[in-house]
């Protein structure tokens, strides 16, 4: 299910129960995690970097209700998570993106059926600057001017420098800085899909190995432009409010255009999981999945700055691993 399909049939509950402001909050109809008997094991993920902190967060609070429990967390992009998946080397395969369907049809090939994508949680891919750039506002034709060298996205001209985006003073001849993930990253295959239209990144973009790395570059870099996760948002960086076509309106990163899809770059962020069709889970993985679509889970996306699904999502998340909430 797209991620708009999803909104749809889960924003309205959260909106008309949750009042959303500076602070997110989690949905009031999202069961308490309780503990049962007969959890052990380790919990193995590998995946996206997005993903790493919150993966760790939901692992902490599993661990302080099952303390004999083990944890082992490795976060070096989505691109990661198919392989682990189908080798068995992980449980779990988080991703900032949705399997391609290549990556489909090799776990299917491995097993006779799909795996399952679990949205545990929303994310906005911000288009981040200096915090001393005024910039009022980007559209995606010049984000794509920007980063891509194709301009797939209609810009007629190349963007290199500030003053091309109404920028003077002293910004008017400062040249454009620009930071980014490797190909390896959840991220830079949406922002490469959705802010690029498929179009091929600019040499002159830094890779950085995680998306922390790509904030704390714009962050130390006046001329700088990055993406990464809203959860990764520092005082030291702005998101730019963007607009999807040319004289469109500038929507700002704020939970409310999130939860309505009205922001152009609005993401869930997916667990991936090998669920046998008709099988149950075994008592780790399924109390684990269970934990995430939890109060306690979904207080843990909260803490990590991304934003917590609806009680009417994540029922259908678990009802997907066949788990009765």
Do not use: C
Request: proline share 6%; charged share 20%.
């Amino acid at each position: 299910m797209t991620m708009r399909a999803w909104m749809i049939r889960g924003a309205a509950a959260l909106l008309s129960g949750v009042t959303l402001s500076a602070q997110v909050a989690v949905d009031p109809a999202l069961p308490e995690y309780k503990a049962v008997a007969g959890v052990s094991g380790t919990i193995t993920s590998v995946g996206s970097d997005t993903l790493n902190n919150l993966m760790t967060l939901w692992a902490e609070g599993f661990r302080a209700i099952y303390p004999n429990v083990q944890v082992a967390i490795e976060g070096k992009g989505s691109a990661t998570a198919p392989p682990a998946l189908i080798a068995g080397t992980a449980a779990f395969g988080p991703m900032s993106r949705e399997m391609k369907q290549k990556e489909i049809d090799e776990f299917e090939a491995r097993f006779g059926y799909k795996p399952t994508a679990l949205p545990t949680s929303i994310d906005m891919l911000a288009v981040y600057v200096h915090r001393d750039n005024p910039i009022a506002g980007l559209t995606l034709p010049q984000v794509d001017a920007l980063f891509s060298k194709s301009r797939k996205l209609g810009h007629p001209t190349d963007l290199t420098v500030w003053g091309q985006l109404g920028l003077g003073d002293a910004w008017g001849n400062l040249p454009v800085s620009l930071y980014g993930r490797n190909a390896a990253s959840g991220t830079y295959g949406y922002f490469k899909e959705h802010a690029l239209g498929k179009g091929d990144y600019k040499d002159a973009v830094k890779e950085q190995p995680g998306s922390s790395a790509v904030v704390q570059g714009v962050a130390t870099d006046k001329g700088g432009i990055g993406y990464s996760g809203i959860g990764y948002k520092t005082a030291d960086v702005r998101a730019v409010p963007l607009a999807a076509s040319a004289g469109g309106a500038f929507v700002p990163a704020t939970p409310e255009n999130a939860y309505t899809g009205e922001y152009p770059m609005a993401r869930f962020l997916y667990v991936y999981v090998n669920a046998k069709p008709g099988a149950e889970l075994d008592p780790l993985r399924r109390e684990f999945v269970r934990y995430i679509f939890s109060r306690q889970g979904q207080t843990d996306v909260v803490k990590d700055g991304y934003f917590p699904v609806t009680a009417a999502i994540a029922q259908q998340a678990l009802e997907s691993v066949g788990i009765t909430p």
